[in-house]
């Protein structure tokens, strides 16, 4: 009912910068939070960083202050501004939502994940 598409993984070297986007599509009525999680090879998929409808924000420490979530309300997408990257940031970012959307009784709240884009950061 609800698909995310994740852009902007690639490979850069440690200080730069990356925009990840995540576009939410699908019959949806509104949207409770979208946010990005990461997961590395042989470490526990974490979260990074989420935004609600009303704007606000919560940072992993690893991250804060490096990196920036926002998001357009209008288009159901959300932002990664990711900034000093270092290699301990290498992982598959993962985009999530939990959106209200129409049902057979009428509404209800799920929660939808993207495929994963690999972000690497070389040393």
């Known amino acids: 009912q609800v698909q995310l598409v994740e852009s902007g993984g690639g490979l850069v070297q440690a200080g730069g910068s990356l925009r990840l986007s995540c576009a939410a599509s699908?019959?949806?009525?509104?949207?409770?939070?979208m946010g990005w999680y990461r997961q590395a090879p042989g470490k526990q998929r974490e979260l990074v960083a989420f935004?609600?409808?009303?704007?606000?924000?919560n940072y992993a420490d690893s991250v804060k202050g490096r990196f920036t979530i926002s998001r357009d309300n209008a288009k159901n997408t959300v932002y990664l501004q990711m900034n000093s990257l270092k290699p301990e940031d290498t992982a598959v970012y993962y985009c999530?939502?939990?959106?209200?959307?129409?049902?057979?009784?009428?509404?209800?709240?799920?929660?939808?994940w993207g495929q994963g884009t690999q972000v690497t950061v070389s040393s």
């Open positions: 699908g019959n949806i009525f509104s949207v409770n939070y």
């Open positions: 999530k939502t939990s959106a209200v959307v129409p049902s057979r009784g009428g509404f209800r709240a799920e929660d939808y």
């Open positions: 935004i609600t409808s009303d704007g606000s924000t």
